[in-house]
């Protein structure tokens, strides 16, 4: 069991006491090197962990015990697999993992059929699992930072998918199943490959409202080429006219919106 730093009173017991009671277990910058069992001896009480900024490097399979979480968040750690069973979580609807070191994603992931936010951003990511495609509740989907250099065909049946970010891979095209996305809201691919979308995307995609493209090597002609691009830039402006109006707070550099080249 990793050691943590608790407040003055803080028993153990008051602790796994308020946890129980609460459902949640909030750990952030506690210095844990492990799981901390005593969590995971609270089995179907847990509905949330956020072990966000520590050290922990494993998973325990053990964590299959958490069977009503719906939250695990494991930011900033140094964690390098998740566990097999990791699909027992059939509560989960949101896995964040960002700023680890995981190389690779097993194939159980696609039994976490009622996850809605999955983030990976900042790992060692070199491909996706085929069965990220029966995650058909999925509605954000954060791979940035990573190595990719595509995205698998069954990407395309994530059909409930709203957000797609894939900022700073080594990705050169996308795979046509993407445009069966009909819900896809924001699709932001800045620092990859890119050389070609594909054609019917804009088409397709009708919920699309914003894409981000900076240092790819695609050009605004190509894009403007596209089928559906005079729809898209109606909703463009409409999502942007929509911001002003509800007094949106602008940034020192705007509003980063549309077609971003």
């Not at 896995?95 to 097993?106: E, H, K, V, W």
């Not at 409202?209 to 240092?215: A, E, K, V, Y």
Request: glycine share 4%; with cysteine.
């Amino acid at each position: 069991m990793g050691c943590f730093s608790s407040k003055a009173g803080d028993s153990k017991a008051s602790r796994v006491s308020r946890w129980r009671s609460t459902g949640i277990v909030a750990l952030r910058d506690s210095k844990l090197k492990t799981f901390p069992s005593e969590v995971l001896d609270l089995e179907k009480s847990v509905r949330t962990i956020d072990l966000t900024h520590n050290k922990i490097v494993d998973i325990p399979t053990e964590v299959c015990k958490l069977t009503n979480i719906q939250r695990l968040v494991l930011s900033q750690n140094l964690v390098e697999r998740l566990p097999l069973n990791i699909g027992k979580l059939q509560s989960l609807k949101v896995l964040m993992l960002d700023g680890n070191r995981i190389a690779s994603l097993p194939d159980e992931l696609g039994l976490l059929v009622r996850l809605e936010k999955l983030s990976v951003s900042g790992n060692l990511l070199t491909c996706l699992p085929e069965t990220i495609g029966s995650l058909r509740n999925l509605l954000l989907l954060n791979v940035s930072d990573n190595k990719l250099k595509s995205f698998p065909e069954s990407i395309g049946s994530c059909y409930s998918l709203e957000e797609l970010q894939a900022n700073g891979n080594s990705i050169e095209e996308l795979p046509t199943s993407v445009c069966n996305l009909v819900h896809l809201k924001s699709l932001c691919l800045d620092k990859n490959s890119v050389s070609q979308m594909p054609l019917n995307l804009l088409k397709d995609c009708k919920a699309l409202q914003t894409i981000s493209l900076h240092d790819n090597p695609i050009s605004m002609d190509q894009f403007q080429q596209m089928e559906g691009y005079q729809e898209f830039e109606a909703r463009r402006k409409k999502k942007f006219d929509k911001q002003i109006d509800s007094n949106v707070m602008i940034s020192s550099k705007g509003l980063d919106e549309g077609v971003d080249l």
